[in-house]
């Protein structure tokens, strides 16, 4: 099997382990990944946030505006740039997030009860290294880093 279909494969596997607990709360594996950057970094520009969990910007839009809509965050003006517009995670949205974040910490146990804390660790740097590779090689990473949108090339996933 090629490397981009085991990557994808297992980032599917883990994605529908997570289905069952989001289902419960009506939350999408985006709006939870929306809610998981939002609790370490609260206030974050839309750009930033589009590139932190991989969707592009229609789609965040929208994604954005239904969870305004369900009250789990909110938008707001920079205190730094009032002329700009970030998103912020709201009180009821902080409590869901906190209601299932526990499945970071569940996968990462079966993660690590599989492949061993040695071998977890040694493929989250490959992984790491193979994702600032694509993003050198196609001129992403550099653009995101010097827009300030990406924090050591680290999207949010569920694994």
Request: hydrophobic share 35%; with cysteine; glycine share 4%.
């Amino acid at each position: 099997m090629r490397i981009p279909d085991l990557i994808c494969r297992v980032n599917h596997a883990l994605e529908h382990s997570a289905e069952t607990q989001l289902k419960q709360h009506s939350l999408t594996i985006e709006q939870f990944r929306v809610l998981t950057v939002l609790s370490e970094t609260n206030g974050i520009s839309m750009g930033a946030l589009s590139a932190s969990i991989c969707v592009d910007s229609p789609t965040l839009t929208k994604l954005i505006d239904r969870m305004i809509n369900t009250a789990d965050v909110y938008r707001g003006p920079d205190p730094r740039d009032r002329r700009k517009v970030l998103v912020f995670i709201s009180n009821k949205g902080l409590k869901t997030y906190e209601a299932l974040a526990d499945i970071h910490r569940q996968q990462q146990d079966m993660l690590s009860e599989a492949l061993g804390e040695q071998r977890l660790e040694v493929l989250e740097t490959l992984l790491n290294d193979t994702l600032r590779a694509i993003k050198v090689e196609s001129g992403q990473y550099r653009s995101t880093l010097e827009n300030g949108e990406l924090n050591d090339a680290k999207p949010t996933r569920l694994s």
